[in-house]
């Protein structure tokens, strides 16, 4: 369960890097472009991620992670102003989900805990969120994808690459680990 928690925190982490990596690669401008009206720009998506990471880390073993002050409808209006509002909204949530899975212990996986009045153990509240945030960072991708086009600096390997990676990977000797560990440095442990 130890091996579940770290891996739950790696797969996070990989995915906060993602979107760093894409905020790097855009411009103040490109964080609130709309493909069409109604559409979620970058900066709208950040808001919906920061309003759930708050409502469902913040008091997450005793609370409802619905909480009542959360306005779900209001994270997909755009009130973000600038990049580091983006980027201080962006760490806030993060940040709140870290010091949440760095605190738990193996024995608190079987807990039940609530989303919306629907009971959850902590390893399935876990999973859960571990399937929506990746689903909003790759909207986030997209869109920085789109949006600088050939500059675009691949978050992967490479097209055309895969062989070179692959041989890479298999002239080193067979080893445990998770595949994080390649895109995640100690400067980037949370």
Request: hydrophobic fraction near 35%; proline fraction near 2%; aromatic fraction near 12%.
């Amino acid at each position: 369960m130890v091996d579940f928690l770290d891996s739950s925190i790696k797969q996070f982490e990989y995915y906060r890097l993602l979107g760093d990596k894409t905020f790097a690669q855009l411009t103040d401008d490109q964080l609130f472009w709309e493909y069409s009206e109604g559409s979620n720009s970058i900066a709208v998506v950040v808001r919906h991620l920061w309003g759930n990471m708050l409502s469902r880390w913040t008091d997450f073993l005793t609370t409802d992670g619905e909480k009542e002050w959360r306005n779900r409808d209001d994270e997909f209006e755009n009130n973000i102003t600038s990049r580091q509002d983006l980027l201080d909204k962006w760490n806030e949530g993060w940040n709140c989900l870290f010091k949440t899975l760095n605190s738990l212990t193996p024995t608190d996986l079987d807990r039940i805990v609530y989303i919306r009045n629907q009971g959850h153990t902590v390893m399935e509240a876990i999973n859960r969120q571990l399937a929506h945030y990746p689903y909003h960072v790759g909207q986030i991708v997209l869109i920085g994808k789109m949006l600088t086009g050939n500059q675009w600096k691949s978050l992967s390997i490479p097209r055309c690459n895969s062989k070179d990676y692959n041989a890479d990977k298999f002239s080193k000797p067979k080893k445990k680990g998770h595949f994080t560990d390649d895109y995640l440095d100690d400067n980037t442990r949370v």
